[in-house]
């Protein structure tokens, strides 16, 4: 079983920072990326940003140049820096986690969820 754990979401104004974080634990042999997707009210859901094992780093376009993704590869933790916030960034953000198992079978797993919310 595996479990993700996020957290850093809230309401911020503005011109403000955030930052997300989701730790992933349970059966993972090998984490192969992690990812942030967004869904916004009404709206489908979105790739915000991705890093993979090698630490190459891939962002939606309309977060490039304002959000960053890293990963603490030892606590199998990935986080989301969040600066420049815009109104339009608000939504639900939810990290994935690819991995292998113990047995090398591969495996997506979503999060629960945490909410950012951007006043004007």
């Known amino acids: 079983q595996v479990k993700l754990v996020e957290s850093g979401g809230g309401l911020v104004q503005a011109g403000g920072s955030l930052r997300l974080s989701c730790a992933a634990s349970?059966?993972?042999?090998?984490?192969?990326?992690m990812d942030w997707h967004r869904q916004a009210p009404g709206k489908q859901r979105e790739l915000v940003a991705t890093?993979?094992?090698?630490?190459?780093?891939n962002y939606g376009d309309s977060v490039k140049g304002r959000f960053t993704i890293s990963r603490d590869t030892a606590k199998n933790t990935v986080y989301l820096q969040m600066n420049s916030l815009r109104p339009d960034d608000t939504a639900v953000y939810y990290c994935k986690v690819s991995y292998y198992n113990h047995y090398s079978w591969k495996y997506d797993y979503w999060g629960q969820g945490t909410q950012v919310t951007v006043s004007s």
């Open positions: 349970g059966s993972i042999s090998r984490i192969n990326a």
């Open positions: 890093i993979d094992s090698g630490d190459n780093t």
